[in-house]
């Protein structure tokens, strides 16, 4: 019952994901061939509220759903930790057509051969917490 909040939420997300076509393969290969704006207009506006909503966070005093205080910690400067970090997940996205999000969206319309990708993705993360701490950072 306590996770019903967040479980809505998440339906609510993955339709309009779907809605909006962010979760298609059509949409993604068109915009990793630059036909379309599409794709861009949706990441856009993603980062635009993103922007926004940090200076809410930071210039009010606002509490999290569990009524403790938000912090933001500060990123490492750098730009290798990123790049790398971007083109891998780059790479991941143009290769299976799907990032974290819509895989979720995939599963749940239907897109059963998705269930690769996400048990792919999830060992995938297995192994990173196996050798985060070998890493460079």
């Known amino acids: 019952m306590r996770y019903l909040k967040f479980l809505a939420v998440g339906i609510f997300f993955g339709i309009v994901m779907y809605k909006s076509e962010a979760a298609s393969w059509f949409r993604i290969y068109e915009m990793f061939h630059f036909a379309s704006f ?69 599963a749940g319309a239907g897109f059963y051969s998705i269930l690769v990708v996400i048990v792919g993705s999830i060992l995938g993360t297995f192994v990173y917490g196996l050798l985060h701490k070998k890493l460079p950072h």
């Open 38 to 106: 599409h794709m861009y207009g949706i990441i856009g506006s993603a980062v635009i509220i993103g922007i926004i909503g940090v200076q809410i966070i930071k210039r009010k005093d606002l509490k999290t759903v569990e009524n403790k205080e938000m912090h933001l910690s500060p990123k490492n400067p750098g730009i290798y930790r990123y790049l790398i970090g971007g083109i891998i997940f780059g790479l991941g996205w143009a290769l299976t057509g799907a990032c974290p999000g819509p895989m979720f969206v995939l």
